[in-house]
């Protein structure tokens, strides 16, 4: 199968690009390296399309001839859309357009689409599941709720065209970049308590995230890429358990065999105070089950950053 992974560069879709070669699939790649990294892409035999999301033109060029695509290209980071949201709305709600219309004009089987938590905002009730109303608070959240309905929109109205929206909840794992201004958590915690640093929690760090290692996110793509009746729907991908912040940097410490100094800040603009998913729609519909539980995904994830695999 001839596959298009937008965002093949980055964390996410570089682990995607090489369980698809895996498999046997032609893979070729759309990033414009912005967030992503050539490194990531190192050893493989892939075809890169270097180009922005925002050009129609360039987006279309690289969906041509390909079977199925997996958007994961976005301007991502929460903070980051808070000090600049035109940005982010314009990558994330322009690119998806662009990527949905020229998949849409090149007879494309389906679309699977990288959504986020974010979009659910702080709801009053837990688990989160996908029939609740969103309630955005950051403009990345906004940006890829609008992304979603277009997909879904799409699928509606252009009959022959499908569309999967995957709702990732706080992914990690190896080629995650601890160095970005905006990196997350997982290396940020891994790289400071493996220097005996004090790693930095916003909030009191009580706050409970559902983290998901990167390859059940991985193997989600590849499940809603064929499911049937999985078109036009959204499904929560995550590890399916909640863990609070300070759990998180204690479990590592733990696994590093090393002593978890904190510093405590203030509560970031757009942050959510809770968030972990009911994965039952997935697991009915697309047959996912997360497979690496968080403390092994841990583990993988130190090796890999601290060069131990």
Request: with cysteine.
């Amino acid at each position: 199968m001839k596959v298009l992974v937008t965002g093949g560069g980055g964390f996410i879709g570089s682990n995607l690009v090489r369980a698809l070669q895996a498999r046997g699939d032609d893979v070729r790649v759309l990033d414009n390296f912005s967030t992503g990294s050539r490194r990531n892409l190192a050893g493989l035999d892939v075809e890169v399309v270097e180009g922005e999301l925002r050009s129609y033109e360039r987006v279309h060029n690289a969906v041509r001839g390909t079977d199925v695509v997996f958007h994961l290209g976005a301007l991502g980071s929460v903070p980051r859309s808070v000090q600049d949201p035109l940005t982010s709305s314009a990558v994330n709600i322009e690119g998806t357009l662009n990527v949905q219309l020229a998949a849409r004009d090149e007879g494309v089987r389906r679309v699977v689409f990288a959504s986020s938590s974010s979009i659910y905002g702080n709801q009053s009730e837990l688990p989160l599941r996908e029939a609740m109303a969103p309630d955005p608070i950051s403009p990345y959240g906004v940006a890829k709720l609008a992304a979603e309905r277009y997909c879904v929109s799409f699928s509606r109205v252009y009959h022959s065209f499908e569309t999967v929206v995957l709702r990732y909840f706080n992914v990690f794992g190896p080629r995650q970049d601890p160095t970005s201004q905006y990196a997350a958590v997982v290396p940020l915690f891994i790289t400071a308590i493996a220097a005996g640093e004090p790693v930095t929690i916003f909030d009191d760090g009580e706050q409970s995230r559902d983290f998901t290692y990167v390859d059940n996110v991985v193997a989600a793509n590849l499940l809603a890429a064929d499911a049937e009746g999985a078109s036009g729907r959204i499904f929560n991908i995550s590890g399916g358990a909640p863990t609070s912040v300070n759990e998180l940097a204690e479990t590592i410490g733990r696994l590093l065999g090393k002593r978890v100094e904190r510093r405590y800040l203030p509560p970031r603009p757009g942050d959510l105070r809770n968030s972990w998913a009911d994965v039952s729609e997935a697991r009915s519909l697309l047959g996912f089950e997360p497979q690496v539980e968080l403390e092994e995904g841990l583990r993988r994830t130190a090796d890999h950053l601290l060069g131990k695999d």
